[in-house]
């Protein structure tokens, strides 16, 4: 994907107004594929763990007879655990169980395919007028936001939905701009920044200035951190996804940075952010 990761292509993508389907196990390809000029599906590659030869033999499968329940794409393919559970956690089998939960639920308890009865169970079950695929599974909670944007960076390393800053803004206070406002503001300004970091550079022509970029629900703020700010604030900018970044704004004929003062991570560890692109 080149110096970008997917999580922050997609992201750019969608202020673009492109829209992005989650895999699924009844609609996508092995590779992401346009449904129209607006709207592109995610492929199955994009889910960790996940191999070639055992999504190849589904879709195979699948172009001689669809899948309508999850036991029937049980009993039809060859998936492994691992990578029953990465499907289900990316929302690749919502089509045939409802929601991630659910289908977590159905695959740690799906049939031994070695077991001689197992289609036998399967037609009783489809003629039974009340049943259910799993009647605890009605029980679980749906998972929260919190947990979806979880499961998706767990299991594909970005997500369709909303970008994690989106779901932090409300809880920010509002002296924090977002990296889309940093156009109309005048150059000089006192600023504060925060996103996730998607790239910490240090180049060997640049004395030692360490370039961060911050993403949030609207765009990238770049930011500029000199080498004795990068030496006191070393672990935080290494080590912490997300960062508040406060300091004096360059906008000069359009090239816009934010030259760093202080530096503090946001402490919201329990949110996933994308891989960000790193010096070595």
């Known amino acids: 994907m080149g110096f970008y990761s997917p999580a922050t292509l997609i992201q750019d993508a969608k202020r673009h107004g492109i829209r992005f389907k989650s895999p699924c ?25 996940v191999g070639q030869d055992s999504a190849q033999f589904m879709l195979s499968e699948r172009s001689i007879e669809s899948f309508d329940t999850i036991r029937n794409f049980l009993l039809r393919t060859e998936f492994k655990k691992d990578e029953l559970r990465a499907l289900a956690n990316a929302g690749a089998l919502n089509v045939l169980c409802g929601d991630r939960r659910k289908a977590l639920w159905e695959i740690e308890a799906s049939i031994d395919k070695d077991d001689l009865f197992s289609n036998l169970m399967v037609e009783e079950s489809d003629n039974n007028e009340g049943y259910s695929e799993s009647e605890e599974t009605y029980r679980l909670p749906l998972m929260t936001y919190v947990e979806r944007l979880n499961a998706d960076y767990q299991s594909m390393g970005l997500t369709v939905g909303a970008h994690p800053m989106a779901w932090l803004r409300k809880k920010l206070p509002k002296s924090i701009l977002t990296a889309e406002k940093l156009g109309s503001t005048r150059d000089g300004t006192q600023v504060r920044v925060a996103g996730a970091v998607i790239c910490r ?7 030692g200035v360490v370039f961060v970029s911050l993403e949030d629900e609207t765009g990238v703020s770049n930011c500029i951190v000199y080498g004795p ?22 906008n000069v004929e359009g090239v816009i ?16 952010a994308g891989a960000s692109h790193d010096f070595h």
């Open 25 to 49: 196990v009844v609609e996508s390809d092995w590779k992401s594929m346009v449904i129209d000029d607006n709207t592109i599906r995610v492929g199955l590659k994009n889910v960790k763990s």
């Open 201 to 207: 550079q240090r180049p060997g022509t640049a004395k």
């Open 257 to 272: 940075h934010v030259k760093a003062e202080r530096i503090a991570g946001l402490g919201e560890r329990y949110l996933p």
């Open 229 to 250: 700010l990068f030496e006191r604030f070393r672990l935080v900018i290494v080590k912490e996804p997300f960062l508040v970044i406060s300091g004096k704004l360059q």
